[in-house]
């Protein structure tokens, strides 16, 4: 598969835990200084980012960005007035620094560049081939479809999780899921013939 | 569809076997490797003498901006060039009555306290004003802003010169050049926009001109370049019977949001075509006459409008649909 610009996996959250509850207080310890809770935000978030920007930017840059965002956020987390809200504050970082990414590239980089070749991995080859190929064709879904996709697959959020990230309703949600999964799958079938 | 029945939106219960795959296939995505948040810099402690120094010194400066500025003055950042303030504006910040605009090379951001972010971009203008009950309101003299938001619905509006914008919590960029014609383009979540009590609701993915007369309907981004093009000439000849021939030719379903925007704004006459043209297109609801719609009677909009399938309209209207004039 493409390394999509990242270069090891690290241990997913649960995306199903309560983020409001266990977010508060790890905010507020890591507001006091404390590294060790504002690791633990990365990891209970990385993925959520790493959907919004997925989304947003060229997969290669993801990485990369994906460090931005939390450094952004470790330096302006005294800014955040609810504890409680960390995730939908640090999707809103994550939408910001890609139209910050967009805007700089507009002119200079074409879509298409920003798939890596496929490199050696330990996933199966052929579900790794189907990773690229979905997230191709994702993003070049109506940007409304995008980021509900990438949050439901990549993030692994359920639909009121993803209304709860994005202030979207839940009648929203699943419209968008629906008729982008519909897009996608037209999408895969006339492509490679994946998924 | 119940939550429970539905897999792909609930997260619950078994998926298709494509879309597991999907899943499988897109979860295991590796990321990026965590920086060691230690070796990140802490910010500098000052010895304590400095620091009641510094404190002494905030909190006369922040007395001052109290007094001057009222409570809740909001930061502005640079981003480009030398942007300005003016107004009630103090130490880079700016309260009701204040503004910032940007010549040819600046770029903003605004720090709207407590909701999100604006950028403003070069050539524009943007007063601070005063909102009703807890909105946080902005006027766009001229040029073009971005707004990222993270509020609940119609806590944030941005009026122009030619409608109102108001967010239902959203990505979104509107502009407005100084003759009245513009753009809102959303990119996430909706927004609504009301110009002379008429409403347009515009989701994610849809965009409409701005004009001195108001907004045009909503259109897909992603509308064919034949139903663009249709709705373009109507717009520019301001609604005459062949182009809106044109634009129901070439109008697909997923247009029918389109569609049901021209209802309330076209004569008695087009607008039987139009809703003929909805009925074609969508499964309206069958409970709902004809009659109804055409009378732009308020529950008969909102039934035709659910069967977008945008959500109920009761999630969007700021006001009640007015009278087209006959």
């Not at chain 1, 997913?12 to 977010?23: G, I, L, M, W």
């Not at chain 1, 074409?110 to 496929?118: G, K, S």
């Amino acid at each position: 598969m493409g390394d999509l610009g990242l270069s090891r996996p690290s241990p997913a959250p649960d995306p199903h835990e309560p983020a409001t509850s266990v977010d508060a207080p790890l905010v507020a310890a890591a507001r006091r200084g404390d590294r060790a809770a504002f690791g633990a935000l990365y990891r209970r978030h990385a993925r959520l980012v790493q959907a919004v920007l997925l989304s947003r930017v060229a997969p290669d840059s993801v990485a990369d960005l994906v460090h931005d965002v939390f450094l952004q956020a470790m330096n302006r987390l005294q800014a955040l007035r609810d504890d409680s809200a960390f995730a939908p504050w640090i999707a809103t970082i994550a939408r910001r620094r890609a139209a910050d990414w967009r805007r700089r590239r507009r002119d200079t980089v074409p879509l298409e560049e920003a798939m890596p070749e496929a490199a050696a991995t330990e996933v199966d080859p052929e579900e790794a081939f189907d990773a690229q190929a979905a997230v191709a064709a994702i993003r070049s879904l109506p940007e409304a479809y995008r980021e509900t996709l990438m949050l439901r697959f990549v993030a692994g959020l359920n639909g009121p999780e993803i209304a709860a990230r994005t202030g979207l309703t839940h009648g929203s949600v699943r419209v968008n899921l629906h008729r982008g999964v519909e897009m996608l799958r037209k999408k895969l079938s006339e492509g490679s013939g994946h998924a | 569809m119940r939550d429970e029945d539905d897999a792909l939106f609930s997260g619950r219960g078994a998926l298709p076997e494509d879309l597991a795959r999907l899943e499988r296939a897109l979860s295991q995505l590796p990321l990026p490797p965590e920086p060691d948040w230690n070796a990140r810099p802490r910010p500098e402690r000052r010895p304590p003498v400095f620091a009641w120094a510094a404190a002494a010194a905030v909190l006369v400066i922040a007395s001052a901006a109290l007094l001057l500025l009222g409570r809740d003055a909001w930061r502005v950042e640079t981003l480009a060039g030398k942007p300005s303030l003016g107004g009630v504006a103090f130490a880079g910040r700016i309260a009701l009555g204040g503004r910032v605009t940007t010549d040819t090379r600046s770029r903003a951001r605004l720090d709207v306290q407590g909701l999100g972010v604006v950028e403003l971009e070069p050539g524009s203008a943007l007063r601070r004003v005063r909102g009703q009950g807890p909105e946080r309101k902005l006027a766009l003299d001229h040029g073009t802003l971005t707004a990222f938001i993270q509020a609940p619905p119609r806590q944030f509006v941005v009026e122009t010169p030619v409608g109102v914008a108001t967010d239902l919590g959203c990505t979104y960029t509107l502009s407005v050049a100084r003759d009245g014609r513009g753009k809102l383009a959303v990119t996430l979540g909706r927004v609504t926009f009301t110009h002379d009590g008429l409403e347009s609701f515009v989701p994610a993915g849809l965009w409409c001109p701005l004009s001195p007369s108001g907004d045009g309907v909503p259109r897909r981004d992603y509308a064919s370049d034949t139903f663009l093009a249709a709705i373009a000439t109507y717009d520019s000849t301001q609604g005459d019977a062949p182009a809106l021939e044109r634009v129901l030719e070439t109008a697909e379903p997923s247009d029918a949001i389109t569609l049901w925007h021209l209802l309330p704004r076209v004569d008695e006459t087009a607008r039987a075509r139009v809703a003929a043209r909805i009925a074609a297109l969508i499964e309206v609801p069958a409970d709902v006459s004809r009659e109804r719609v055409l009378a732009l009677e308020p529950a008969a909009l909102d039934a035709w409008w659910g069967a977008i399938g945008m959500g109920p309209a009761s999630e969007w209207r700021t006001t009640s649909p007015k009278q087209a004039l006959p």
